[in-house]
T-cell receptor, first 114, second 110 residues
């Protein structure tokens, strides 16, 4: 019974293309996140949504746009892909409680831009 | 900007030995999390520490938090090969913000 799922698992595309990554959680959590993990395994938060509202937007290029149709879904759309966007993108969710609980991570989407 | 540093970045240890991973952070927080990541896999939660002096143990791993020193430790007792993974600490801030450390890649050698 998958808790946080992402599609696709792998994504290979060319520079300049537009792509989307989908995330769904069936845990009933209120907050969802997108993280980028680079080749050195460094994890950086990109976006955080609480009940469909953006609450964190770290300094990411505006080519990245999160969309949350409902609180169980948080999709990531990327325009005009660049080589530097190659990374593993993780979706995560957490229950309400202002950080009293850990985050639950999805399996990741490995994006390769050629 | 909040900085979270772990050391060591890489750790190679023999089975049966003990070792400690350190997580230092640059600003006030009383929420500290430890995660494990196996190669090519996602992150799995290990511990949630929510107050100064908090200590939690699970199997061969024990985590502690000293909020005054802005330091958390992850202690490994009698390491076994199955513990080989990358370990991340993360600091929580208001507004459900989480800042991850640099990660410690642990290899346990038979």
């Amino acid at each position: 019974d998958t808790a946080v799922s992402q599609t696709p698992k792998y994504l290979v595309t060319q520079m300049g293309n537009d792509k989307s990554i989908k995330c769904e959680q069936n845990l009933g959590h209120d907050t969802m996140y997108w993280y980028k993990q680079d080749s050195k395994k460094f994890l950086k938060i990109m976006f955080s949504y609480n009940n469909k509202e953006l609450i964190i937007n770290e300094t990411v290029p505006n080519r990245f746009s999160p969309k949350s149709p409902d609180k169980a879904h948080l999709n990531l759309h990327i325009n005009s892909l660049e080589l530097g966007d190659s990374a593993v993108y993780f979706c995560a969710s957490s229950p309400p409680g202002a950080g009293l609980y850990e985050q639950y991570f999805g399996p990741g989407t490995r994006l390769t831009v050629t | 900007e909040l900085k979270v540093e772990q050391n060591p970045l890489f750790l190679s240890m023999q089975e049966g030995k003990n070792y400690t991973i350190y997580c230092n952070y640059s600003t006030t927080s009383d929420r500290l999390y430890w995660y494990r990541q196996d190669p090519g896999k996602s992150l799995e939660s290990l511990f949630v520490l929510l107050s100064n002096g908090a200590v939690k143990q699970e199997g061969r791993l024990m985590a502690s938090l000293d909020t005054k020193a802005r330091l958390s430790t992850l202690h490994i007792t009698a390491a076994v090969h199955d513990l080989s993974a990358t370990y991340f600490c993360a600091v929580g801030r208001t507004g459900n913000q989480f800042y991850f450390g640099t990660g410690t890649s642990l290899t346990v050698i038979p």
